[in-house]
C-alpha cells in the first residue's frame, strides 16, 4: 500500500471514531480503540492526525492548561460542561449565545467570530458517586 493512502486510511479511522462518540475523547483514549482496527499504529501517528484533522477543520481540541487535550469532532460551536470530580466533558443542549459577540465587539471595537464557554462542576454520576471520599475532597470537606 501507497504511504499516502496507508496516511488517509488512518486519519478517516481516526475521525470515524471521533464522529461516533461525544465523549470528547483524549489522544491515548483514541489510540487505544484505532489499535483494534489498525493494530500498528503509533501514538505519534495518532497525534500527528490530530493536528491535520484539526487544521483543516475536521475537529476541535479543547484544551486547558494542566490537562490532556479533549478532541471533539463537532465543530459547530456549542457549549460544554466539563466535570472537576471525574474530568469528563458533556455536550450541552444550550443555544450558543450571539449576543455576546456582539456586545464585546460593540465595547471593544475588536472583531469578534465566535465565543468558546465551558461550564464546571459535578456531573450527575459524581453527585451520585459511591465514592465519598473524593466528592468530599472535592467539596473540600477534609
Ligand atoms: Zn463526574
Ligand atoms: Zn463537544
Same mark, same amino acid.
Given at each position: 500500500m501507497s504511504t499516502v493512502h496507508r496516511n488517509t486510511k488512518q486519519k478517516e479511522a481516526i475521525l470515524r471514531i471521533l464522529k461516533g462518540t =461525544?465523549?470528547? +475523547? =483524549?489522544a491515548d483514549c483514541i489510540y487505544e480503540q484505532v489499535r483494534r482496527e489498525i +493494530?500498528?499504529?503509533s501514538l505519534g501517528t495518532v497525534y500527528r492526525n490530530l493536528r491535520l484533522l484539526k487544521q483543516e477543520g475536521n475537529i476541535l481540541e479543547l484544551s486547558l492548561a494542566g490537562s490532556f487535550s479533549r478532541f471533539d469532532a463537532n465543530t459547530k460551536n456549542h457549549y460544554h460542561f466539563r466535570c472537576e470530580l471525574c474530568g469528563r466533558i458533556f455536550d450541552l443542549d444550550e443555544p450558543v449565545d450571539k449576543e455576546i459577540d456582539k456586545r464585546v465587539a460593540r465595547k471593544t471595537g475588536f472583531t469578534v467570530t465566535q465565543h468558546r464557554l465551558e461550564f464546571r462542576g459535578l456531573c450527575i454520576d459524581c453527585q451520585r458517586s459511591d465514592s465519598p471520599e473524593s466528592l468530599k475532597k472535592y467539596l473540600g470537606l477534609t
Open positions: =461525544t465523549s470528547h +475523547p =483524549t +493494530p500498528n499504529i
